[in-house]
């Protein structure tokens, strides 16, 4: 009776296995799917560390903070209510503000536009209002930021990294800013701008190349088969 | 076009649809289950530790005026401090590690072929990580030694965490083996209750099998602090960036 117990036991086991092993040439399927999707995730990383080369190359980027009261809306998406200029402007006309720098039309001018640029380090939009008063209480006490590399809008410094007030008092541990090795503005800004270029492109073949060859073994098996 | 957390986060769910096919391809549907809701559980469990003690935070699009734009804090869908892309993607990759390695060393151990998985893995983090803090899809703040603005400690968790979620996989779900020690110490635990039974991991029946897979991701998360915990004083020690104030 034990004996019958056990065997029955087993042969469950065994239906089981059979439910869920998945067959031979299944798993061959699934083992390049897989290895095809993680060569394709690591393309996307590479693409997207393309994309990004800019804002490494700016050696604060890590520990910036995002803007104050600038989203990261698109270049041609300006809030409204964040341009102060545009109430001051004679003639009812709509003048496209881009962050590149774009020239007026001619003869039109701007009465309070010196007041953005006297104060360095603003954000832009934030010439009149709480903004205003928020940034310049607290522009004196800081250093200035570090110029922009990038192009991207939503990664201009609002303030200066988090911490710099009280450096004087931390001076005895690491600082907050990582130098030498550790950061990574300095090897995107290495091997003439392509530091980090470079080091994805390496690690992305590098990647693929390893990930091929679990791909080319089970077509080996499949072949053989 | 920028690389901001909402193109990551549909990379992630897109490339996971394409994971989760060839995983049950390859482990079949029930194990295949088992080690996505195993490989989710496990990462939750250590980045909300992560999050707790001010390690590494998710929350770089939720502040300031971010959040008219990012209104969720950037990420859609959050497991609680974690979202959810970040836990997908551990699965991603210590899916492709076990795979990799179980493929190239199929006659080697499980402790083996755990290595090789979890040095695939420090592979694909080294290309993720720097991408990942450049646009702040996650940020670090713990007081390491940095390289490219990656802490090392990151790197090291990683080959942890995969080397041993795919070591308990492999024993307990593939190899279905009853290691010494963890049979002394299932015995007078899980074995007594909710699994009432003695029997080998072989002999059981696969609900049960789970509740042992549970168990020693249990027993592995004590075992990946006790691991991480030299390394993490080691680097404090040599740390070349210092904590970043929490309120920022």
């Known amino acids: ?225 | 076009m920028r690389a901001n957390v909402i193109v990551f986060e549909v990379v992630t769910f897109v490339l996971f649809l394409v994971f989760y096919q060839g995983g049950r391809r390859a482990l079949g549907r029930s194990r295949n289950r088992a080690f996505l809701g195993g490989a989710v559980a496990y990462s939750l469990v250590i980045e909300t530790f992560a999050v707790a003690f001010g390690v590494k935070n998710f929350y770089w699009y939720s502040i300031n005026g971010y959040y008219k734009t990012y209104p969720l804090g950037g990420y859609i869908v959050w497991l609680g401090v974690v979202p959810l892309a970040a836990a997908l993607l551990f699965y991603m990759v210590s899916m492709t590690s076990y795979l990799a390695a179980s493929t190239l060393l199929p006659r080697k151990s499980t402790w083996a072929r755990s290595s090789v998985a979890g040095a695939v893995a420090v592979a694909m983090y080294a290309l993720i990580e720097p991408v990942a803090v450049t646009n702040h899809w996650w940020t670090w703040n713990l007081k390491s030694f940095f390289v490219i603005d990656v802490p090392l400690l990151a790197l090291i968790a990683v080959f942890g965490a995969v080397f041993l979620y795919g070591a308990v996989f492999d024993l307990t779900l593939v190899q279905y083996s009853d290691p010494g020690l963890l049979k002394k110490l299932e015995d007078p635990t899980i074995r007594r209750w909710p699994i009432k039974s003695k029997k080998l991991t072989k002999n059981l029946v696969f609900r049960q099998q789970l509740e042992v897979f549970g168990f020693r991701l249990a027993v592995s998360l004590l075992a990946f602090a006790v691991f991480i915990a030299p390394f993490m004083a080691l680097l404090w020690a040599v740390a070349n960036r210092g904590q970043i104030e929490p309120g920022w």
């Not at chain 1, 869920?20 to 996307?44: D, S």
């Not at chain 1, 604060?60 to 001051?88: F, M, S, W, Y």
């Not at chain 1, 010439?127 to 200035?144: F, I």
């Not at chain 1, 470079?198 to 073949?205: D, N, S």
Request: hydrophobic letters at 35%; glycine letters at 10%.
């Open chain 1, 1 to 225: 009776m034990a004996n019958k117990r056990i065997e029955l036991e087993q042969y469950k086991h065994y239906v089981d296995l059979l439910a869920e092993e998945p067959n031979r040439k299944t798993w061959r399927k699934g083992v390049q799917i897989v290895m095809i999707a993680a060569m394709l995730l690591a393309l996307a990383m590479f693409v997207l560390g393309l994309m990004s080369g800019n804002i490494a190359s700016n050696p604060r980027n890590v520990l910036e903070k995002p803007p104050a009261g600038t989203p990261a809306a698109p270049e041609n998406q300006i809030d409204q209510q964040n341009i102060p200029i545009q109430q001051d402007i004679p003639i009812q006309q709509d003048i496209p503000i881009q962050d590149s720098g774009q020239q007026l039309p001619e003869g039109l001018t701007i009465p309070n536009q010196s007041r953005a640029t006297d104060a360095p380090g603003l954000p832009r939009g934030t010439g009149d209002g709480s903004l205003l008063a928020q940034a310049t209480s607290t522009v004196p006490a800081e250093p200035t930021p570090a110029p922009p590399t990038g192009t991207d809008v939503g990664t201009q410094p609002a303030s200066s990294a988090p911490g710099d007030a009280d450096t004087a008092s931390k001076k005895a541990g690491p600082g907050e800013v990582t130098t030498g090795v550790g950061n990574l503005s300095n090897l995107t800004n290495g091997a003439g701008g392509r530091g980090f270029q470079v080091y994805l492109l390496v690690l992305f073949v590098g990647l693929c190349v390893f990930l091929y060859f679990p791909i080319r073994k089970v077509r080996l098996e499949g072949k053989s088969k």
